[in-house]
């Protein structure tokens, strides 16, 4: 039964439908002066694991599983996915330059389903961002960070200053929103990975809290 829904969601991927994509405009925010150079995502920057229950849900296709971070270098991640029963469906090594399939279920290895995992981990595994210009509203502090034609709106909740949502934009055009629930800088509790280009959703919740 798994194999058969594996394969489908692999097909979905395959024969995707793109939607047309809405230009991002940054509402009810002003710009205020700032000293910051650099902002970072540091929830997944301790070496210790980051262990998830996992729901991807991809057009029609639903997959859960456990999900397992690892920070292994400087650099580079591990990122592991194993089905509910702990047998493994991925297993990749990534950072910003590079990428290692070390293993993938036959299931799922096709090019479209690597691609798409694998540019969603790096941009969810992103950890600096150089501010270009610093904002805010009645609720958070914003910074707006340009890397090439991508553009990352990061919004810093000003209570506490955790990182509670990253906007991912491309030629002006909202690519991906990554709502996080934390409370500490370090472990996000659960996050919110959708697309909003494809009918694609991860979801992250903690199992074993980060110390």
């Known amino acids: 039964m798994r194999r058969l829904l594996l394969?489908?969601?692999?097909y979905s991927l395959v024969f995707i439908v793109l939607f047309s994509c809405r230009?991002?405009?940054?509402?009810?925010?002003?710009?205020?002066?700032?000293?910051?150079?650099?902002v970072e995502n540091q929830y997944f920057s301790s070496k210790e694991d980051?262990?998830?229950?996992?729901?991807?849900?991809i057009y029609k296709n639903h997959v859960s599983g456990i999900l397992i971070l690892k920070k292994i270098n400087e650099a580079t991640h591990r990122v592991v996915l194993t089905s509910d029963f702990g047998n493994k469906l991925i297993d990749f090594e990534i950072s910003e330059n590079d990428f290692k399939l070390n293993y993938v279920l036959p299931d799922m290895d096709k090019k479209i389903v690597i691609n798409f995992l694998k540019n969603d981990?790096?941009?969810l595994l992103r950890q600096q961002y150089p501010v270009k210009e610093t904002l805010e509203n009645g609720n958070s502090s914003i910074y707006l960070s340009e890397i090439g034609q991508k553009k990352y709106y990061l919004f810093f909740n000003k209570e506490n200053g955790l990182l509670k949502?990253?906007?991912?934009?491309?030629?002006?055009?909202e690519?991906?929103?990554?709502?996080?629930?934390?409370?500490?800088?370090?472990?996000?509790?659960?996050l919110n990975l959708q697309h909003k280009d494809f009918k694609i959703n991860i979801k992250l919740f903690q199992i074993t809290e980060n110390e």
């Open 7 to 10: 394969r489908n969601l692999a």
């Open 165 to 173: 949502q990253i906007v991912y934009t491309k030629n002006n055009k």
């Open 23 to 38: 230009t991002y405009k940054l509402t009810d925010a002003k710009p205020i002066p700032s000293t910051e150079k650099t």
């Open 175 to 190: 690519k991906i929103d990554f709502t996080f629930e934390a409370k500490k800088h370090i472990f996000a509790d659960s």
């Open 121 to 123: 981990f790096r941009e």
């Open 50 to 57: 980051y262990v998830y229950k996992c729901q991807m849900d």
